[in-house]
């Protein structure tokens, strides 16, 4: 008997037995005792080589074949699907249930029949499959599937339910080695995963940190080419990838952020490897491993750039927009160095105001450039607030061993993901900067003074502020003082306190758990609820600063100013 290396179905004695084999296929005729081999001669299979099965659920079969998909039904009618009558792609090397009715199908790229008969498809087109073979499938428990991807070991993808891809392999994983063999799931949040030469590995998924802090946002962040010169290309990319780790790290997703830049394999997280999924256009990365040529940012892809930032509806946050590029003596950000094509602040204006006219979204943009005060007037608007990081007539001055470390947006960004408004960390990061950065938020193209600006940056924070909020502003003899605290991200502790208008502070560990500042921080233990106190004659009058201080779990924020995130909030009593 020829060796078998699938497997049996319908293992009862009034129904077939199905066998699949290296070049064929047959089943067990309880009736003559027997078995009968099915070709495409005598029955409805598309191709002789065989290679899955898979039960239907309902006394039928599934058969994956070299030439197509075919189905038996329980009535031992055949339905055949191959690339003629259908959106299947070549041969079949792994089926899936999908639990509803349908079929997953791994193959030549990735494709799902639903239970109405309904195909999609997916390839490296129109996902991150690093390569279009999928050799094995697994449910992942949670309505979505694993898939292990053979292409020079390229390792395993995940689909979720609600559409989700990731790829997993040894740069971005615990996985030891990139040839995975088998594949075995516990549960939505654990894979274990069996490897040619690296092992038993169990990566496992922790619950998702608390992203939705503030709603829908969305965040467009452009780098085009720079001119060649000492270290500008260096410089740049660790500008953009500063700026994109700040966004991370203040819970924005991937898919909130379009990335487009000219380098298709920017290492954002500095760790010496290219992050595939980070750029979005004009090449990404796996296009460039298919064999796609980098090019320039052009002014089309900027438009899409904001098409696809219009079809993010509305906001709930400012749409950010970045640019780091090469600003000329004009102003103008210069797309091509081969071309000499460039984007004035009047182009920039009109995709602007298309978008906010389209959406009613308020608008941030941040120009890292040189000469890009220039622009200001060409970008006023109102709803929107513009920075530059350079006045009219300034170009922008890097110390090539700082590597953009020195650069205004960096510091502009890491004052924002500790938890500064758009308008005290302009001013925390133009301290240490050696140009005249610009703001302008009331909407007349021009930076004034201090107190002049600000009305609409103090009021906003990266991806929302998480200021303890008092329940009203103003308080008098006979009001309860009642503070809460915004919903904490799962991998954070935080510290909270308050200081009385003569420059007293106390920090509490639970509700109304009041005690001076020491020499250590108690960790806040409690709820939702800061504290709630009555307001009595004695209580002193003025301002109130309140203070929120997050870290990562398990760091000791004395230790490690480096990591705070502070808010600050205040409630007046009179």
């Known amino acids: 008997m020829e060796q078998e290396f699938a497997l049996m179905l319908h293992l009862n004695e009034s129904a077939p037995i199905w066998q699949n084999y290296h070049a064929d296929y047959k089943h067990w005729d309880s009736a003559t005792r027997q078995y009968i081999v099915d070709t495409p001669a005598n ?52 089926l899936l249930n999908d639990g509803s009715g349908g079929l997953w199908i791994g193959g030549e790229g990735l494709a799902h029949l639903s239970a109405d008969r309904q195909w999609t498809v997916y390839t490296t087109d129109n996902s991150i499959l690093p390569y279009n073979s999928v050799t094995k499938l697994l449910s992942d428990g949670a309505g979505g599937i694993w898939m292990d991807i053979p292409y020079e070991d390229s390792g395993i993808a995940r689909l979720t339910a609600n559409g989700e891809w990731a790829v997993f392999d040894t740069t971005n ?14 549960n939505p949040d654990s894979l274990w995963i069996g490897t040619d030469s690296g092992g038993l590995v169990n990566l496992t998924f922790p619950k998702p940190r608390l992203a939705n802090l503030s709603g829908k946002r969305a965040v467009l962040l452009i780098h085009p080419e720079p001119i060649r010169g000492h270290n500008t290309h260096t410089i740049g990319e660790k500008i953009s990838g500063s700026i994109y780790n700040s966004l991370v790290n203040r819970y924005y997703r991937n898919d909130e952020i379009y990335f487009l830049a000219y380098k298709p394999d920017i290492d954002i997280n500095q760790d ?9 256009a004009p090449v990404t990365f796996l296009q460039k491993s298919q064999g796609a040529t980098p090019r320039a940012i052009t002014k089309a892809d900027i438009r899409q750039a904001f098409s696809w930032a219009q079809n993010q509806g509305v906001l709930n946050q400012p749409l950010l927009v970045v640019i780091v590029g090469h600003g000329m003596n004009d102003g103008n950000i210069l797309l091509n160095p081969a071309t000499n094509e460039t984007l004035s602040g009047a182009e920039l204006g009109v995709m602007l105001n298309d978008y906010q006219q389209a959406t009613q979204n308020q608008a941030i943009v941040i120009l890292e450039s040189a000469y890009s005060g220039a622009l200001l007037p060409a970008l006023q608007g109102q709803n929107r607030v513009i920075v530059s990081s350079t006045t009219t007539d300034q170009a922008v001055q890097y110390d090539p061993n700082l590597l953009g470390r020195d650069a205004f947006s960096t510091q502009y960004f890491h004052a924002l993901r500790r938890g500064g408004n758009f308008h005290s960390a302009f001013y925390e990061a133009k301290r240490n900067y050696a140009q005249t ?67 007293s ?51 000791n924020p004395l230790e490690n100013p480096e990591l705070w995130e502070l808010n600050v909030g205040s409630l007046v009593v009179e």
């Open 43 to 94: 029955s409805g299979l598309p191709n002789n080589s065989v290679g899955q099965l898979l039960s239907d659920g309902n006394g039928g079969l599934w058969v994956g074949t070299n030439g197509g998909l075919a189905h038996l039904t329980a009535n031992e009618q055949w339905f055949v699907y191959t690339q003629d009558n259908s959106d299947l792609l070549g041969s079949i090397n792994s």
């Open 173 to 186: 994983s615990g996985l030891p080695d990139n040839h995975v063999t088998a594949l075995y799931s516990e």
């Open 272 to 280: 010496y490897h290219a992050d595939k999924n980070a750029v979005d």
């Open 437 to 503: 950065p610009q703001l302008d938020d009331d909407g007349d193209g021009m930076f004034t003074s201090r107190d002049e600006q600000g009305r609409v940056t103090a009021q906003l924070c990266l991806n929302g502020c998480f200021t303890p909020e008092a329940s009203q502003g103003v308080y008098r003899n006979g009001d309860t003082i009642r503070v809460t605290l915004p919903p904490l991200p799962v991998d954070k502790d935080q510290y909270v306190g308050i200081a009385l208008p003569n420059g």
């Open 505 to 555: 502070v106390f920090v509490l560990s639970d509700f109304n758990a009041f005690s001076s500042l020491g020499a250590s921080l108690p960790l806040w233990q409690g709820g939702d609820v800061m504290f709630e106190v009555p307001v009595s004659a004695d209580l002193p009058r003025g301002s109130y600063p309140l203070f929120l201080l997050r870290v990562p779990h398990g760091v």
